[in-house]
């Protein structure tokens, strides 16, 4: 009975947000981003990283402590971060996608990709860049690069008539390296914030 | 037996894509838009207009002509349609809400509204607007400012910590009326078009 738990324990940490599978077609070919070296989704760069999608068990991998360096995350307990899993995966069209240093078992890189469905363009489909970060420790290693082009990659594979991304002007010739452009008199990202209510 | 089709078919055909009640719960003193007449989702400013979510039926009441105004939608069956409607149902997230005018039973007004599950911010929720077209025979109404604000509104209401929009230039003081910004050094929107794989 305890073996039977902890068995059931394992496969429920490694369970995977999406099928892993469509990340090892991804043709980096396509992409006019330039790697020196030459690294892709399946050839990371070395043998103890891997690129792939999130695992429930990415919650004792440093997955929010990552993402806190992008901005505030909370503080979200197990149960939270297993009911959000679960409710992005039922939903699907959310692609969280990880990048783990196998060594000490802690995600270094992360992208979303959501996929918006669509009546235009013949019921197409609409991916957009979300929540880029990677660990400041492991710079050099063209893992930023490697992140947003795998999930770029993966948009068009799913179908995605495009994608879009807003992001700070600093990173502007970052994207515009990775294909993305800023479109002339149609380029503006605009937000409202919602107050908390105070009830 | 030719009866019971009928019925059954005349409730497929007012199946909504997501619950109707929520539009009715939205408060307009919670915006900063204008409207003069005061009009607001539940009363749109004449009884012959209702503002609702997208039912199946609306294939028939010139909802893609509609679209065809603002972009191509190419030719869409009446079975993609149906497969998309539901497939944005099973997904959740997808919130088109229209403006129909029941004299003609045509759609005269249009937005979207996505909502992407997030794990920043406390597994908060990010909307965005999407889609906006008004037809261009029913300007003066306050039609666009109305079906903007409701599903901005919508999105506070389902807890969305913000809500994102792209624009063109000429739009921007526009939806800054509506409480939208420009956020200093941060609202640059980028696209990658994909191409048609020849294959």
Chains 1, 2 share one sequence.
Not at 5 to 25: A, C, F, N
Not at 49 to 59: C, I, W
Request: charged share 25%; proline share 4%.
């Amino acid at each position: 009975m305890g073996m039977e738990t902890h068995k059931t324990e394992d496969r429920h940490q490694s369970e995977y947000l999406y099928r892993p599978d469509i990340l090892q077609k991804l043709d980096f070919n396509k992409s006019p981003a330039v790697f020196n070296p030459r690294i892709s989704t399946v050839n990371p760069g070395a043998d103890w990283m891997v690129v792939r999608p999130l695992q429930r068990g990415d919650f004792d991998k440093g997955f929010l402590q990552l993402l806190s360096q992008l901005t505030s995350t909370g503080s979200i307990t197990r149960k939270q971060f297993d009911e959000r899993f679960t409710q992005m995966k039922i939903s699907g069209g959310h692609y969280v996608t990880v990048i783990e240093d196998k060594r000490s078992s802690k995600i270094i890189a992360a992208a979303t990709l959501t996929v918006e469905q669509k009546f235009i363009h013949n019921c197409s489909l609409r991916g957009r860049l979300e929540d880029v970060v990677v660990n400041d420790t492991y710079r050099g290693k063209q893992l930023g690069k490697l992140i947003v082009v795998t999930v770029s990659l993966l948009a068009q594979e799913l179908g995605c008539y495009k994608m879009s991304l807003d992001c700070k002007d600093k990173l502007i010739k970052f994207y515009e390296s990775l294909g993305y452009k800023l479109e002339p008199g149609n380029s503006n990202a605009m937000n409202m914030r919602f107050e908390e209510d105070p009830s």
